[in-house]
C-alpha cells in the first residue's frame, strides 16, 4: 500500500516535530490510515528526528495500534467461554462466510476486518459483538450479518 506522504508530513507539521508529540501523532496516522504503514513510521523517525526503533517501540507498546493492515469497519466476536456456549463461534463461521476472510483477517477491499476475542468482560449479555467500537449483546449471526450489510448499505448511500 503506497502511503501519501504529504498528509504524514502535514499530521507532524500540525502536531511538531518533536519526540513529545510522538502518540498523538501515531493516533493521528492510525486513525487516518486504520493502520501504521512501515513507510508512514520511517517518515515519523525521520521528521523527529529519532531511531526507527523508538518509534516502533511506541507503536508496538499500545494495543490501538496496528502494524498491520485493517479495514474501514472492525468486527470484533467475543468467543470467550460464556460467549462460546451461547454461540459465538457461530457468529464467527457467519462473518467468515460472509466476508471470505478468516478471524484476524482484512477484506481484500480493506472494507472489514474481523477480529476473535476471549471476553470482553460483559458475559452477561453475550454473544457480545463489538462494531467499530459500539457493543451489541445477545447477538445471532443473522443480527450479526443485518448490521454488517447495514453498515455497507449506508456507505455505499453516504458516497452517492
Ligand atoms: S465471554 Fe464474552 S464477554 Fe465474557
Redesign the pocket.
Known amino acids: 500500500m503506497q502511503v501519501d506522504t504529504r498528509e504524514i508530513n502535514s499530521i507532524i507539521q500540525k502536531h511538531g516535530a518533536k519526540r513529545q508529540a510522538l502518540v498523538p501523532l501515531l493516533q493521528e496516522i492510525q486513525s487516518l490510515l486504520n493502520w501504521l504503514p512501515e513507510q508512514a513510521l520511517e517518515t515519523v523517525a525521520e521528521k523527529l528526528q529519532i531511531p526507527l526503533r523508538d518509534v516502533y517501540g511506541v507503536a508496538t507498546f499500545y494495543r490501538s495500534f496496528s502494524l498491520v493492515p485493517r479495514g474501514k469497519h472492525t468486527i470484533t466476536v467475543?468467543v470467550?467461554?460464556?460467549?462460546h456456549v451461547r454461540g459465538?463461534p457461530r457468529i464467527v463461521d457467519a462473518l467468515s462466510q460472509e466476508l471470505n476472510i478468516k478471524p484476524n483477517e482484512t477484506t481484500p477491499d480493506m472494507y472489514f476486518t474481523l477480529e476473535t476475542v476471549n471476553?470482553?468482560?460483559?458475559?452477561a449479555i453475550?454473544?457480545?459483538v463489538v462494531v467499530d467500537g459500539e457493543y451489541h449483546g445477545e447477538m445471532t449471526a443473522q443480527k450479526t450479518l443485518s448490521i454488517i450489510r447495514n453498515i455497507k448499505k449506508g456507505d455505499k448511500n453516504d458516497s452517492t
Open positions: 467475543c470467550g467461554t460464556a460467549c459465538g471476553c470482553l468482560g460483559c458475559c453475550g454473544p457480545v
